[in-house]
């Protein structure tokens, strides 16, 4: 079935360090796949996506590849803040199911 | 400004009360969701709707019931029959019925019962 898989938490670094958080996923069609954004107590923001193969979402000095070959989507950030300390979740859909996949999230925790 | 509110942010509620927790979009999408949330792990399907007056079971439908009478509002019943009811819920919206484009999400209620 369809799913997404990421790597567990919580990642800890310290400030202007490179993050990676991996995503694969398994799907049956063609997927889109985002990464979200969730900060303590408050509901999910989109990050960035990408709809199609080798496609680059970008927002915010974050960006992930649509990677076909190895069915992954990993998050990168080259120089990480103390502001971007959340909880990130990869997700999936697949066109025409409406049905949307999110991995389990990965805390970020990023110290001054 | 456009979006998703939900109402209340923190409701408490006694064993066996039915509660009803309110989510209401202005962004003229035509699918909802509601998700349920537990402390350290991912987003769980409750129910999902394409169109008014449709809607579907996710994976954990069995004690929670939804309505989906206007466009713009999809509220959830948490019933006596959810065992464990406690959790953060999350409702969601996009603006095709396909599910091809991203979900917008509301603050989330974060439910207790007592």
């Known amino acids: 079935g369809d799913s997404v898989t990421q790597m567990e938490g919580p990642v800890t670094l310290s400030e202007e360090a490179f993050l990676t958080i991996n995503c694969t996923y398994t799907?049956?069609?063609?997927?889109?796949l985002f990464w979200y954004v969730q900060y303590p107590g408050e509901g999910l923001q989109l990050l960035l996506k990408?709809?199609?193969?080798?496609d680059k979402g970008s927002n915010k000095g974050f960006e992930a590849t649509y990677r076909k070959e190895t069915t992954s989507f990993h998050l990168e950030k080259g120089s990480v803040q103390v502001s971007d300390s959340a909880v990130y979740f990869c997700?999936?859909?697949?066109?025409?199911?409406?049905?949307?996949?999110f991995g389990s999230g990965t805390k970020l925790n990023v110290k001054p | 400004d456009g979006g998703i509110t939900q109402s209340p942010k923190y409701l408490f509620r006694k064993e066996g009360q039915n509660v009803t927790l309110s989510c209401e979009q202005n962004?003229?999408?035509?699918?909802m969701y509601w998700y349920r949330q537990d402390p350290g792990q991912g987003l769980r399907l409750i129910y999902y709707?394409?169109?008014?007056?449709?809607?579907q079971k996710g994976d954990i439908a069995e004690g929670y019931s939804v309505s989906r009478e206007k466009k713009e509002s999809f509220p959830l019943t948490v019933t006596s029959a959810q065992k464990n009811p406690t959790a953060f819920y999350l409702c969601?919206?996009?603006?095709?019925?396909?599910?091809?484009?991203?979900?917008?999400f509301g603050p989330g209620t974060r439910l207790t019962v007592l």
């Open positions: 990408a709809t199609k193969a080798d």
């Open positions: 799907a049956t069609g063609y997927p889109s």
């Open positions: 969601a919206s996009s603006i095709d019925r396909q599910g091809k484009t991203e979900q917008f």
């Open positions: 709707s394409q169109i008014v007056n449709d809607f």
């Open positions: 962004l003229n999408h035509d699918a």
């Open positions: 997700a999936l859909t697949i066109y025409n199911f409406n049905k949307f996949y």
